[in-house]
């Protein structure tokens, strides 16, 4: 870890500083991934190329990753990813795409997809088409064999699925929803001018002459008028991106095992589920799938014998194992009780009665005085003089180990 630099060393060069920055940040990536609870062991080997001039000349760090799994543990899909994603995190300009996990039995559990964006998906298309055909046949499954019994159903589903990715931008225009928004109305008049009257002639033209009365003419008028109005007419505009994966089509087909009666002479006798059964459990498949028939979905439940004939055998295989662990773990039990019988009939028993009879000669010595003056006031009269010291010895002569008790016991009193 980062505690390698902790150890300054004059001279080092630029060289040793980089070995020892990317030893130290190895060091501490794997102590992070050790930390899981599925991971026994690690260790993490960075790729970080020079810093070029030119980008173009440039590589993209790497990094690759060994890992040895717990006894018993597995690891996830969700965690590997987490693991990818936190050395990127930690290295710069590393992509997650660039790292590599394995495990010490050489399988890849990240890294080594394909660079082509098109196959990636095509890959992560089948599998989440896998993970919904196969979770909408669990749900048919298991709510069926609670009907008919467990190991009576099969269950097959097909889905289409749309991975196109939709966008488009719709305006629509509601005509009948149309507002006035401006008016513009204009007038015009002109009056023309006043046309010549008269005879025509020279008589008409000479002076002096007289002057016919003639009607007199109005001149020309003119009247124009416009109107013009402008309509705001209703418009929504949506922009609508389309959800990918969406089901299109799914196909179920339900296969669901009979009623078998005893016979009278032995053996079982097949009969098929009634039409009114099968409907009902078609309409439970419809409901428990999501079953559309606007769009063209189709689901086809019918009943048929299964054939169990090659899983007798195996029953049997089972069952006499069963019996063979059963007697040996009677066997093994039975022989641990009488074992145990045995330990404590000739070894227990044996080890608290001399415990016991030495707290019995224990107690029958603290009866007598623990020192001399004691012997001498109990046992000395006036006629007689007893040597309590010789006695005591021959006490002791005669059974040492007793003896030794009491002196321990003595001992612990005075604490």
């Given amino acids: 870890g980062y505690e390698i630099f902790d150890q300054s060393t004059f001279g080092m060069t630029e060289f040793v500083q980089k070995l020892n920055y990317r030893r130290a940040?190895?060091?501490e990536l794997t102590r992070t991934i050790n930390q899981f609870r599925e991971i026994q062991s690690s260790r993490v080997h960075l790729a970080v190329p020079e810093k070029r001039i030119f980008t173009s000349d440039s590589s993209e760090p790497t990094a690759s990753i060994v890992i040895k799994l717990a006894s018993g543990h597995r690891l996830r899909k969700n965690k590997v990813q987490g693991i990818v994603h936190l050395v990127a995190s930690s290295v710069e300009n590393l992509l997650p795409e660039n790292v590599t996990v394995v495990d010490v039995d050489g399988n890849v559990l990240a890294g080594g997809e394909p660079s082509d964006e098109a196959a990636l998906l095509s890959s992560n298309q089948l599998e989440h088409r896998s993970n919904v055909e196969k979770n909408m046949g669990r749900r048919i499954t298991s709510m069926l064999e609670n009907i008919v019994g467990r190991g009576k159903v099969v269950t097959r589903v097909t889905a289409d699925i749309d991975f196109k990715r939709t966008e488009r931008t719709e305006k629509k225009f509601d005509p009948a929803s149309q507002v006035a928004r401006s008016e513009q109305r204009s007038e015009s008049k002109s009056v023309g001018k006043q046309a010549p009257v008269g005879v025509p002639g020279v008589q008409s033209n000479i002076p002096g002459a007289e002057q016919s009365q003639a009607a007199t003419s109005k001149p020309a008028t003119t009247n124009n008028s416009s109107e013009t109005t402008n309509y705001e007419i209703n418009e929504v505009t949506a922009h609508i991106i389309e959800q990918v994966g969406a089901i299109k089509r799914i196909s179920i087909a339900v296969v669901v095992d009979g009623k078998y009666k005893e016979k009278e002479g032995g053996g079982k006798e097949y009969s098929p589920r009634?039409?009114?059964?099968?409907k009902q459990l078609s309409d439970l498949a419809k409901t428990a799938s999501g079953y559309n028939e606007k769009r063209g979905d189709k689901i086809v439940v019918e009943s048929a014998p299964f054939d169990v004939s090659r899983f007798e055998g195996d029953i049997g295989t089972a069952k006499a194992q069963a019996d063979r662990q059963l007697y040996a773990d009677i066997v093994k039990y039975a022989?641990?009780?009488?074992?145990?019988?045995?330990?404590?009939?000739?070894?227990?028993?044996?080890i608290i009665k001399s415990i016991t009879a030495a707290s019995s000669d224990i107690e029958t010595l603290r009866q007598f005085p623990q020192t001399i003056e004691q012997?001498?006031?109990?046992?000395?009269?006036?006629?007689?003089?007893?040597?309590?010291?010789?006695?005591?010895?021959?006490?002791?002569?005669?059974?040492?180990?007793?003896?030794?008790?009491?002196?321990?016991?003595?001992?612990r009193t005075k604490r």
Avoid at 335 to 350: D, H, K, M, S
Wanted: no cysteine; charged share 30%.
């Fill in 375 to 411: 012997m001498e006031a109990k046992y000395a009269t006036a006629e007689e003089s007893v040597d309590f010291r010789t006695r005591s010895r021959q006490l002791i002569d005669k059974d040492p180990k007793a003896a030794a008790e009491m002196v321990r016991e003595w001992l």
């Fill in 25 to 27: 940040l190895q060091g």
């Fill in 335 to 350: 022989g641990l009780g009488i074992l145990a019988v045995v330990l404590f009939v000739f070894v227990a028993r044996p």
């Fill in 274 to 278: 009634s039409a009114e059964e099968i």
